[in-house]
Nanobody
Framework: QLRLVESGGGLVQPGGSLRLSCQIS????????LGWFRQAQGKEREGVAF????????KYTDSVKGRFTISRNNAENTVYLQMNNLGPEDTAVYYC????????????????????WGQGTQVTVSS
């Protein structure tokens, strides 16, 4: 069973930055497509950022384009989400997820396409 553990969440002021990490074990990250999702209180979970198996293709939801960057380090078995210029609307529990998409460049964005999920890390943007 693949295990995903998020870290890096916390309280940050508007305009600030955070970098979330998701450590994956016990298997290699190779072959997995990866995504970050978030769920704000009282709202449905939404997809935020996604990266292909080979790392060459990324997709973002419109509200984070230009502010968030997803990346992966297969040697460290870790996927990252760099979040800049954060606003109160980014407050949520952030989850990383993994899937086996079938080819190296396909990026899956729907929640039901992801098989493995972490427990989440809270990000709060407030002054």
């Amino acid at each position: 069973q693949l295990r995903l553990v998020e870290s890096g969440g916390g309280l940050v002021q508007p305009g600030g930055s955070l970098r979330l990490s998701c450590q994956i074990s016990p298997y290699s990250l190779d072959g997995f497509g990866l995504g970050w999702f978030r769920q704000a209180q009282g709202k449905e979970r939404e997809g935020v950022a996604f990266i292909s198996v080979n790392g060459a293709v990324t997709k973002y939801t419109d509200s984070v384009k230009g502010r968030f960057t997803i990346s992966r380090n297969n040697a460290e078995n870790t996927v990252y989400l760099q979040m800049n210029n954060l606003g109160p609307e980014d407050t949520a529990v952030y989850y990383c997820a993994a899937t086996v998409p079938g080819n190296a460049i396909l990026v899956l964005t729907a929640q039901d396409e992801y098989t493995y999920w972490g427990q989440g890390t809270q990000v709060t943007v407030s002054s």
